[in-house]
C-alpha cells in the first residue's frame, strides 16, 4: 500500500492501516459512545453497535449455534485469557503444549507455568516449510495422561504458512486435548477463512490486523465453556468481560471487517503472492531464498525472505530509508531482536536465524500490485545484497 507521505507500506502482519470505512466513521463526527452499560438513549445506542458487531461476527464465521463471544483487547488477551483458565481449571495431571513457532503471546506463557501444577511441553514439530507433522503430535499426546491444553497457530504471522484447521479437528478427534486457535492471521488471507469448525474449543482474532483500530479483539468459545476473565469487576450487559466496553473499537471491527472480506479475492491474492514468492526466490538466489517456499499451504500476503549474510534489521533499515517499510523476525518487548525460535525451529542455523525479513501485503493483492511492488523490492534488495 502507498501511504499519504508517498513511503510503501508491507508490514500489514503487525497492523494493517485503517479501513476506510472507519475513517469515514470518524469523520463523520457520529461516533460519540456512551457506556453501553448506560440505561439512557446514548447508552442503548452503544449497546446497539456492540449487538450488531456480534450479530456480524456470528453471521461471518457461522458459530453463532455453538459458541459465545467476547470482546478483549486484542488477542494477546484472548490467547491468555483461555491457556491461563485451562491452567486454572480442574485438579487432575494437566499439559500444556506451546510450540517453538507460536506468536510470543501464547509462547511466554510458558514463564508463568511454574505458579501452576502443570507439565509443560515446547514442541517444534514441524518440517523445513514450517508445516506441522501432526501425526507425530498426535502420537505424542497419545503417550501423555490427563488432560491436554493446545495453541494451534492457523497461520503464522511471521512465516504465512498455514497450519490447516482440519489438522486441528484431527487431533480434537483424536486425543480430546482443549483447543485454542489463534486465528490472528487468518482473515482474508487464506481461502476458507470464515469457515471455523464447531468442534474446537475456542479461537482468537485481533481487529489491526484488518482495519480495525489497535486494542480491540474478540474471540469465540464453546458456549457452555466456564470461561473465567483475566480482570475482576462489573460485568457487562452484552458480554461478561468485566470492564466498559470499548464500543468505538469493537465497532470498528464491524466496519473493517465487511470492508476486508468485501475487497478479498482469494484467486487473486493467491496468483499474487505466488508471482512474488517465485520472483523474489529466484533474484536472491543462491545467497538467500523464501522460508516455506515449498509449501502449498501458503497465506496469500505474506513472505519471509531468508538471506544467508545479512542481518534482517540491516535490511530493514535500508529498505525504510529507501521509503518501503517491511518487518523483521522476534522482536522482543525491549525491540532488540533475539535468536528467531520460528526460523529455527525450521531449522536454520541459530546463528543465522535474524537473517530474514517479511514482506506482508494488503489483503486485496492482486497481479498489477505485485509486479510493481517486485520491482520496487528488487532494486533495494540488488543495492544490499
Ligand atoms: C499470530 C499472532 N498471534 C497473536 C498476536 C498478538 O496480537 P496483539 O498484539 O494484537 O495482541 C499476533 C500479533 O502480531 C499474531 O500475529
Given at each position: 500500500?502507498?501511504?499519504?507521505?508517498?513511503?510503501?507500506?508491507?508490514?500489514?502482519?503487525?497492523?494493517?492501516p485503517l479501513a476506510k470505512s472507519v475513517i469515514k466513521w470518524f469523520t463523520s463526527g457520529d461516533f460519540f459512545v456512551a457506556n453501553p452499560?448506560?440505561?439512557?438513549?446514548?447508552?442503548?445506542?452503544?449497546?446497539?453497535?456492540?449487538?450488531?458487531?456480534?450479530?456480524?461476527?456470528?453471521?461471518?464465521?457461522?458459530?453463532?449455534?455453538?459458541?459465545?463471544?467476547?470482546?478483549?483487547?486484542?488477542?494477546?488477551?484472548?490467547?491468555n485469557t483461555f491457556i491461563i483458565n485451562e491452567l486454572n481449571q480442574g485438579d487432575g495431571e494437566k499439559h500444556l503444549i506451546l510450540f517453538e513457532t507460536d506468536h510470543s503471546s501464547a509462547y511466554k506463557i510458558k514463564n508463568?507455568?511454574?505458579?501452576?501444577?502443570?507439565?509443560?511441553?515446547?514442541?517444534?514439530?514441524?518440517?523445513?516449510?514450517?508445516?506441522?507433522?501432526?501425526?507425530?503430535?498426535?502420537?505424542?499426546?497419545?503417550?501423555?495422561?490427563?488432560?491436554?491444553?493446545?495453541?494451534?497457530?492457523?497461520?503464522?504471522?511471521?512465516?504465512?504458512?498455514?497450519?490447516?484447521?482440519?489438522?486441528?479437528?484431527?487431533?480434537?478427534?483424536?486425543?480430546?486435548?482443549?483447543?485454542?486457535?489463534?486465528?490472528?492471521?487468518?482473515?482474508?488471507?487464506?481461502?476458507?477463512?470464515?469457515?471455523?469448525?464447531?468442534?474446537?474449543?475456542?479461537?482468537?482474532?485481533?481487529?489491526?490486523?484488518?482495519?480495525?483500530?489497535?486494542?480491540?479483539?474478540?474471540?469465540?468459545?464453546?458456549?457452555?465453556?466456564?470461561?473465567?476473565?483475566?480482570?475482576?469487576?462489573?460485568?457487562?450487559?452484552?458480554?461478561?468481560?468485566?470492564?466498559?466496553?470499548?464500543?468505538?473499537?469493537?465497532?470498528?471491527?464491524?466496519?473493517?471487517?465487511?470492508?476486508?472480506?468485501?475487497?478479498?479475492?482469494?484467486?487473486?491474492?493467491?496468483?499474487?503472492?505466488?508471482?512474488?514468492?517465485?520472483?523474489?526466490?529466484?533474484?536472491?538466489?543462491?545467497?538467500?531464498?523464501?522460508?516455506?517456499?515449498?509449501?502449498?499451504?501458503?497465506?496469500?500476503?505474506?513472505?519471509?525472505?531468508?538471506?544467508?549474510?545479512?542481518?534482517?534489521?540491516?535490511?530493514?533499515?535500508?529498505?525504510?530509508?529507501?521509503?518501503?517499510?517491511?518487518?523483521?523476525?522476534?522482536?522482543?518487548?525491549?525491540?532488540?531482536?533475539?535468536?528467531?525460535?520460528?526460523?529455527?525451529?525450521?531449522?536454520?542455523?541459530?546463528?543465522?536465524?535474524?537473517?530474514?525479513?517479511?514482506?506482508?501485503?494488503?489483503?486485496?493483492?492482486?497481479?498489477?500490485?505485485?509486479?510493481?511492488?517486485?520491482?520496487?523490492?528488487?532494486?533495494?534488495?540488488?543495492?544490499?545484497?
Amino acid at each position: 500500500m502507498k501511504l499519504t507521505n508517498k513511503r510503501y507500506y508491507f508490514d500489514y502482519n503487525s497492523s494493517s492501516p485503517l479501513a476506510k470505512s472507519v475513517i469515514k466513521w470518524f469523520t463523520s463526527g457520529d461516533f460519540f459512545v456512551a457506556n453501553p452499560n448506560s440505561l439512557h438513549t446514548s447508552g442503548k445506542k452503544s449497546l446497539k453497535l456492540i449487538r450488531e458487531t456480534q450479530n456480524f461476527l456470528f453471521d461471518t464465521f457461522k458459530l453463532g449455534s455453538t459458541h459465545k463471544v467476547f470482546f478483549h483487547s486484542g488477542a494477546t488477551e484472548g490467547i491468555n485469557t483461555f491457556i491461563i483458565n485451562e491452567l486454572n481449571q480442574g485438579d487432575g495431571e494437566k499439559h500444556l503444549i506451546l510450540f517453538e513457532t507460536d506468536h510470543s503471546s501464547a509462547y511466554k506463557i510458558k514463564n508463568i507455568t511454574d505458579h501452576y501444577k502443570i507439565n509443560l511441553h515446547l514442541k517444534t514439530l514441524v518440517n523445513s516449510d514450517g508445516e506441522l507433522q501432526t501425526d507425530q503430535l498426535i502420537s505424542f499426546i497419545q503417550t501423555l495422561k490427563g488432560k491436554i491444553i493446545i495453541n494451534f497457530t492457523w497461520v503464522n504471522n511471521e512465516t504465512g504458512i498455514i497450519w490447516p484447521l482440519m489438522e486441528a479437528v484431527k487431533i480434537k478427534q483424536v486425543t480430546g486435548a482443549f483447543i485454542h486457535v489463534d486465528a490472528t492471521q487468518s482473515v482474508c488471507k487464506i481461502k476458507d477463512w470464515n469457515q471455523l469448525s464447531p468442534q474446537l474449543d475456542a479461537y482468537t482474532y485481533s481487529g489491526h490486523k484488518f482495519g480495525s483500530l489497535t486494542g480491540v479483539g474478540f474471540s469465540f468459545y464453546k458456549k457452555d465453556y466456564p470461561i473465567q476473565y483475566l480482570v475482576n469487576g462489573a460485568k457487562g450487559v452484552l458480554h461478561s468481560r468485566p470492564g466498559t466496553p470499548n464500543t468505538t473499537g469493537i465497532y470498528s471491527v464491524y466496519l473493517a471487517l465487511s470492508e476486508t472480506m468485501k475487497s478479498y479475492d482469494y484467486a487473486e491474492s493467491l496468483a499474487a503472492i505466488n508471482y512474488l514468492k517465485d520472483n523474489l526466490d529466484q533474484l536472491v538466489k543462491p545467497q538467500g531464498f523464501v522460508v516455506g517456499k515449498n509449501s502449498t499451504n501458503r497465506c496469500t500476503n505474506t513472505i519471509s525472505l531468508f538471506l544467508n549474510d545479512k542481518k534482517g534489521q540491516d535490511l530493514l533499515n535500508i529498505f525504510d530509508m529507501n521509503g518501503l517499510e517491511v518487518g523483521v523476525g522476534s522482536a522482543c518487548s525491549s525491540g532488540v531482536l533475539g535468536p528467531n525460535r520460528v526460523l529455527i525451529a525450521y531449522g536454520v542455523d541459530e546463528n543465522k536465524s535474524n537473517n530474514s525479513i517479511r514482506f506482508s501485503f494488503e489483503t486485496d493483492l492482486d497481479m498489477e500490485k505485485a509486479k510493481n511492488y517486485f520491482e520496487m523490492i528488487k532494486k533495494v534488495l540488488m543495492k544490499a545484497i
